[in-house]
């Protein structure tokens, strides 16, 4: 007999994501484990519990692009990084978002009970990168509530209602709301 397969424990989480969110989360564990090519007792030693799995798959973590909210804006191309950070967050929201909508369904609460939820804390970033970029202080928390809640709105309507519920081009979307909302931050052209 062979050695055991090594997995990973993004590969757990990516073969409960998969399945929960296709089969709901009564899945048994023992079809992630079958996708994953180990044992049903080898998830289960791994993760604790089924309970354990679920949340794990679904809840969201921290993405990286908090470190990237980190980074101070650039002297020049602020909307063009800012256009950047955006696709990163709604490729984070896609992500996200039918983990949280199954873990609702099932009333099971959809973040961790320790430390803020990422929604939360992405939106303090955002804020403090608009307010290092030159927006004023209480024009940047609008306008970060702004940019996300579209975010977040697209990829609710994505969700539900497929492709045919929004704009095929998120990066012409997402250049129109920094325009729109934050033309402070375009370079002025000189004459």
Known sequence: MGRPRRITDEQIDDAARQTFLEHGATAPVSRIAEKLGVSHAAVLQRVGSKEQLLLRAARPGVPGIIASLEQPPPRTGRAARLEQ??????????????????????????????????????????????????????????????????????????????????????????RSLVTGLVPELHERKRP
């Not at 039918?98 to 009333?107: A, D, E, K, N, Y």
């Not at 927006?135 to 539900?160: D, K, M, Q, S, T």
């Open 85 to 174: 950070l955006l696709h990163d967050l709604l490729e984070f929201h896609e992500r996200i978002l039918p983990g949280i909508v199954m873990l609702r369904s099932t009333g099971r609460p959809t973040s961790a009970k320790a430390g803020e939820p990422p929604t939360l804390v992405l939106r303090a970033r955002l804020v403090r990168w608009l307010k290092r970029a030159g927006v004023p202080g209480a024009r940047a928390a609008a306008v970060a509530e702004g940019l996300l809640g579209a975010i977040e709105a697209r990829c609710f309507n994505a969700y539900l209602g497929g492709e045919s519920f929004v704009a095929p081009d998120s990066r012409r979307f997402l």
